[in-house]
């Protein structure tokens, strides 16, 4: 897999997380992935249980968003450094630094996603602080 296809996958899972489009995230997952948010739970199996992870996930951040800060593409992976913006209503609009670590089959869908957060950000956005 050339990093112009990881590129071109990369686009397309992006574009579903930025509908808010479960079903569509969920597609371009193998069967049998793997989600994990570390240091909030267990990890995930199964479209089924991505399914509901990733529901979870728009309803927890409402308004759910992110900003790119870097994109890096490796063999049958890619790297992305990003802010995770949500705003609660009647809230400013709040962000936390990730990591996101994407493995992909060679057909082209995601096996594994392992996310990564900044804890200190994400404890004062949900206390009401600046992040």
């Known amino acids: 897999m050339t990093t112009q296809d990881l590129s071109a996958i990369a686009k397309r899972y992006f574009a579903a997380w930025e509908a808010h489009d ?3 995230i969920v597609a371009l997952h193998t069967p049998d992935s793997q989600f994990q948010a570390h240091g909030r739970g267990a990890a995930v ?3 089924e249980g991505l399914r509901r992870e990733f529901a979870q996930v728009f309803e927890l951040y409402p308004g759910f968003g ?3 800060r ?3 593409f490796g063999s049958g992976h890619w790297v992305l450094d990003w802010t995770l913006t949500f705003q609660r209503p009647g809230e400013d609009r709040r962000g936390v630094h990730a990591l996101d670590v994407v493995e ?3 057909d082209g869908l995601v096996t594994r996603k ?3 957060f900044d804890f200190a950000e994400l404890k004062a956005a949900f206390a009401g602080g600046a992040a």
């Open 22 to 24: 479960v079903d569509a």
């Open 45 to 47: 199996h199964g479209r």
């Open 66 to 68: 992110f900003e790119e």
């Open 70 to 72: 870097r994109l890096l």
């Open 104 to 106: 992909v089959a060679s």
């Open 114 to 116: 392992d996310t990564f």
